[in-house]
């Protein structure tokens, strides 16, 4: 930043100091004050993955969470709860996975694997071929057909330590897991083995979406833990030969009717004006979706709660907005834009919450220069709950969808450090919330959107 | 703040910035890279949580970890390790302590108790009284010696949900483990029962120690969980009349010796200044004590290993002390000062880990305006790693001692929401600390410590 430019923002925090803050700051204690006292969040978290469970979009179970968050969206206050229709993927696992490395003499090293989330299975008879391991993109299109055709490609992409935030990490290898299976069938390989998107080294195997592309073959592709992906390296490079066996039984069913949940507080003045906070209701099939994004969920349903709570009643309309199908489709948030489109809805600003009920560290911003310019005042506001940052980087997948309609959009930015120990794996339950992490999130979105709705944008 | 000195600030910040900053954010980069990707602190903790467990001074796991770390600090790197004998008190709990609640019927509710640490027992007959709760401490003296004479007093002082800052509340509440029970028996009480300072319900008894006063009867003190707190006082208000049953089976032995671990880098210009970093090697004796303190003994250790392994050779000389006896007499970091004057030494600066391995959010300092004035322009130097905060609160206790000796004090500040979820309780063991979070305090202590011994004091 240049001198000048921090003197004028100097000039504009001092100024806004002296003049709103005091207001503010009083409503914003309220605020949190209420969230922290009387939330309402952790206890619905503790149903949503203790009395439902996994959620998987089309599930028996992702109905439960529709109808279970329904009530509790009433429950908060909500003036109209409502469901919006969807038709979602149905991908189911089947049985239980099995992998192996073959080692001499007919042993065999049983690997801790998943299948990818909207992957194919390999069959019943399994599939068997040699492992080549990759550790980037250009090593792949190096290899090519000569060397991957047939083979088992193991996309060993680690996370990288240095990174203090850990999404930059996950960006940066989830390629790995996106793009590689497809890239891999691409040049004639068999199956994809995807070293696990955890940063940490542990023994789960952390499942989530890959995509496949209409050009190439749709091969069967896997999860393998961090430390199998450590240890299948090392042999690797020791033994240079080696082959799997892997076998799964997922498959692709046709799309089902779903549902997104939405409740609402009509606003006082401004009714027509929307803004929207949300979180995904559906989760991966092999945990509770506690932290992704269960955490979003009851945090979204909180807002509600703590503004009728806190006698806050919105001069615009606030609404709850609970997604169905962001891990493997995106549905819920593609139809949320196509009916405020149907609808000729003006969408002034949308919040989501989807990387964790962690303590809060800040929010992230997708607006125009003229939209930053007034909410970067705000900050001050915001340092008591010890949140610092207001960045201009991305939102979120689902309210994502409504950049299009210009809507001024923002992501919560919880502390990153614990959440890819969890994150798509059997590790992501009730037990690895924290009940004040997750309040204080709630706490500061509901502070965010008391103002965005006091002044507009 | 006023507009002038913001000014000022900004002016400083920015002459800062754009001379000697481009150097040091390398060396910092350097730092925290280093500790994120080869830190060894996550596995000594394991050491210390696993092979060694609870070690209370005076006993025979803390003469363990006496040992073992002096190890550590070796292969860390240290120039040189030693022992500061020193003399530590040696309470002991014994059998494990019961009590309940007599109900209608003959019927009990048993309590989840722990004796407070430093207490006497209730001998093997155990104690059977009438039970009144007090909510504060002007509480108890109004009730003085006519309502409490021959009672259990319940000390149920709740942490206050609405401080972020948890430790505010930790203060604000704990004098009811501190003070409670002597002043409970000041009026004639039998013992002293206080709900456990722990901010989230939870059915653990947190331990600790607790205080007597010469001049008042030593009568036995317990924690008991916040669930149980809760039920009780929803009974006592329901029924008035309660009595209560505890049997506790510890007791204060003679003193034993017991010892202060060192570790040095000697500095290569100025050795006689003397920085010290440094954590509590004891800990309760109902669990491993992760969070507290193994995590700022660990870290600590990892001072030394990533300067050298940075290839950062201090000027001044940089100390880890494993200081033993924090929780329950201090005994340690009394040993440190004496040692410090009887030996003339010159101590800089000190800084403590000793709330938690958790994602750190800043550092607290007890120096000079002056000393203030030169640290605050490094403070941008930490934004990478999310450290926003430099404030002027309390350092420590071990470290506390220097204050005597004039030396600049600080404290780690870590997130502190899920601390008080372990805090002295048999949930503080090695699976609740994050290895990432963990890594990321060492790295910032390192890179504190960089500072201080470049740019002196």
Redesign the interface.
């Known amino acids: 930043m240049q001198?000048k430019s921090?003197?004028t923002l100097?000039?504009l925090?001092?100024s806004f100091a002296l003049t709103a803050q005091t207001e503010d700051s009083v409503a914003v204690k309220k605020i949190?004050?209420e969230v922290?006292?009387n939330a309402t969040a952790y206890e619905n978290l503790r149903y949503i993955c203790k009395k439902i469970g996994p959620r998987l979009s089309g599930s028996a179970n992702a109905q439960k969470a529709v109808d279970a968050t329904a009530r509790m969206l009433k429950a908060a206050g909500a003036d109209t709860v409502y469901l919006q229709p969807c038709m979602v993927p149905h991908w189911v696992r089947g049985a239980k996975e099995t992998g192996y490395i073959k080692l001499a003499g007919g042993k065999k090293y049983n690997l801790n694997l998943c299948a990818l989330g909207n992957s194919v299975g390999t069959g019943k008879k399994g599939i068997n071929a040699g492992v080549v391991e990759v550790r980037s993109m250009n090593e792949l299109d190096a290899l090519g057909t000569n060397n991957l055709k047939g083979k088992i490609v193991f996309l060993n992409f680690p996370m990288n330590?240095?990174y203090?935030e850990?999404f930059r990490a996950y960006g940066e290898s989830g390629v790995s897991r996106w793009d590689g299976p497809t890239k891999a069938a691409k040049y004639g390989a068999v199956a994809a083995m995807v070293r696990s998107l955890a940063?940490?080294p542990d023994d789960h195997p952390h499942t989530g979406v890959t995509g496949y592309n209409d050009s190439f073959p749709e091969i069967p592709a896997v999860a393998i833990s961090t430390n199998d992906a450590e240890w299948l390296s090392r042999q690797l490079k020791l033994k240079m030969q080696l082959s799997a066996f892997i076998q799964t039984n997922c498959r692709m069913l046709p799309d089902v009717p779903s549902f997104n949940v939405v409740g609402e507080i009509k606003g006082s003045a401004f009714p027509n004006e929307i803004i929207t906070v949300g979180g995904h209701l559906d989760s991966w099939d092999l945990a509770e979706g506690a932290q992704d994004d269960g955490a979003g969920v009851v945090q979204s349903i909180e807002v509600l709660r703590a503004l009728k709570a806190s006698g806050l009643h919105p001069k615009r309309t606030v609404r709850a907005v609970l997604f169905m199908n962001e891990e493997n489709g995106g549905r819920g948030g593609e139809k949320y834009l196509e009916l405020a489109k149907t609808n000729k809805e003006n969408h002034l600003f949308a919040l989501e919450t989807d990387a964790g009920g962690f303590?809060p560290?800040g929010f992230s911003f997708e607006v125009s220069d003229a939209q930053y310019e007034k909410i970067l005042p705000w900050k001050p506001l915001f340092y008591?709950?010890?949140v610092?940052?207001f960045s201009r980087e991305g939102s979120g997948a689902d309210v994502g969808y409504l950049k299009e309609l210009g809507t001024a959009l923002c992501g919560l930015i919880p502390?990153t450090?614990?959440y890819f120990?969890v994150h798509h794996a059997e590790t992501d339950v009730f037990e690895n919330v924290?009940?004040?992490?997750l309040h204080?999130g709630a706490a500061n979105m509901v502070a965010l959107i008391y103002l965005v709705d006091k002044y507009g944008l």
Do not use: F, H
């Open positions: 001198i921090l003197v100097t000039a925090l001092c949190t004050d922290m006292t330590q240095t203090i850990v940063i940490n303590t560290r008591n709950s010890g610092y940052k502390d450090q614990r120990d924290s009940r004040r992490e204080l």
